[in-house]
C-alpha cells in the first residue's frame, strides 16, 4: 500500500474528480480528510466512495483564512500530524467574453482558485515544516498553458497558470525541508460542468477526435497522477507540472 499509515487532506473533496482521488488514496491505506463547504456534500462523496472507516469530512472556506487554519489545527489535534496535501478545490466560469464578465466572477475565481490555494498551503506548510516532511500536489489545468479557441476563459486561466509558478516556487522554496509540491493540469475530463456536453454522443465525438489517445479522460485518470506525486515513488519529484491530458498540449489541433 503507497499511502499506508499516512494522513491526506483534499480539498474540492465532493467533486468528481476530488472523489476520485480520495477513492485513490484510501485504497492506498491513508486516512483522508475531505474538505468543501457543505457537510452534506461531504457526506455524500463519503458514502459514494465507500471505506468511511478511512475517511472524515470538515466544512471548510478556504476563502476565508482563519477557516482554513482552525481545519488544519483540528485534522492536527485529531491526527497529529499531515502528510499530503491535495489542492483539488477550485472554480471555473460559464465561457463569456472578458469585457463581458462581472467583477464578482472574477473576484470569486481569484478568490477560490488562488487564494483558496495559499490559504490551505500556508495552513499546512507551518505543520509539515515542524517534522521536515510533507507532499503536496496542486490541481490545475491544461487552460494555463493554452487558450482554447471559442471558449473564452482568461480569467480561470490566468489563476491556473499563476499556480503552476506558485507549485514551482513552493518546491523550490521549501526543498530543504524536505516538503515537495507538485501539479496536475487535467485536460478534458468527465466531470463537473462539461458532464451534460458528453452526454450528446455527437458532442462527445467531436472532442474524442481533436485527442491523440482518442478518448476523454475520467476522474480515475487524474487520481492515478496524483496519487503517484503524493506517494514515497515520486520522493525525487518536485517543482513538476504533470500534463493528464490525453497528449492534447503535445498536439496541434
Request: overall charge neutral.
Given at each position: 500500500m503507497r499511502l499506508k499509515d499516512k494522513v491526506a487532506i483534499v480539498t474540492g473533496a465532493s467533486s468528481d474528480i476530488g472523489k476520485g482521488i480520495v477513492k485513490r488514496f484510501t485504497e492506498e491505506g491513508a486516512k483522508v480528510i475531505l474538505i468543501a463547504r457543505s457537510l452534506e456534500g461531504l457526506e455524500k462523496a463519503r458514502k459514494d466512495i465507500?471505506?468511511?472507516e478511512h475517511t472524515a469530512s470538515v466544512t471548510c472556506d478556504l476563502t476565508d483564512e482563519s477557516q482554513a487554519l482552525q481545519a488544519v489545527n483540528q485534522i492536527m489535534d485529531t491526527y497529529g500530524k499531515i502528510d499530503i496535501l491535495v489542492n483539488n478545490a477550485g472554480a471555473i466560469n460559464d465561457?463569456?467574453?472578458?469585457?463581458?464578465?462581472?467583477?464578482?466572477?472574477?473576484?470569486?475565481?481569484?478568490?477560490?482558485?488562488l487564494l483558496?490555494?495559499?490559504?490551505?498551503?500556508?495552513a499546512v506548510l507551518s505543520k509539515m515544516s515542524d517534522v521536515k516532511s510533507g507532499a503536496i500536489v496542486n490541481v490545475g489545468s491544461i487552460s494555463s498553458e493554452r487558450?482554447?479557441?471559442?471558449?473564452?476563459?482568461?480569467?480561470?486561466?490566468?489563476?491556473?497558470?499563476?499556480?503552476?509558478?506558485?507549485t514551482k516556487s513552493i518546491s523550490v522554496e521549501y526543498a530543504r525541508r524536505n516538503i515537495r509540491c507538485n501539479s496536475v493540469n487535467p485536460g478534458i475530463i468527465n466531470s463537473g460542468m462539461i458532464k451534460p456536453y458528453l452526454d450528446d454522443p455527437?458532442?462527445?465525438?467531436?472532442?474524442?477526435?481533436?485527442?491523440?489517445?482518442?478518448?476523454?479522460?475520467?476522474?480515475?485518470?487524474?487520481?492515478?497522477?496524483?496519487l503517484y506525486l503524493a506517494s514515497d515513488e515520486a520522493?525525487?519529484?518536485?517543482?513538476?507540472?504533470?500534463?493528464?491530458?490525453?497528449?492534447?498540449?503535445?498536439?496541434?489541433?
Open positions: 465507500g471505506n468511511e465561457p463569456v467574453h472578458f469585457h463581458e464578465m462581472k467583477n464578482s466572477e472574477i473576484k470569486k475565481l481569484i478568490d477560490v482558485n483558496g490555494v495559499f490559504h490551505m498551503t500556508k487558450a482554447i479557441p471559442r471558449v473564452h476563459l482568461a480569467v480561470y486561466s490566468a489563476t491556473k497558470a499563476a499556480i503552476s509558478m506558485f455527437q458532442a462527445r465525438k467531436v472532442l474524442e477526435e481533436r485527442l491523440p489517445l482518442a478518448r476523454i479522460g475520467e476522474p480515475e485518470d487524474v487520481a492515478n497522477a496524483v520522493n525525487w519529484v518536485t517543482g513538476t507540472i504533470l500534463n493528464v491530458d490525453g497528449g492534447k498540449t503535445a498536439s496541434e489541433g
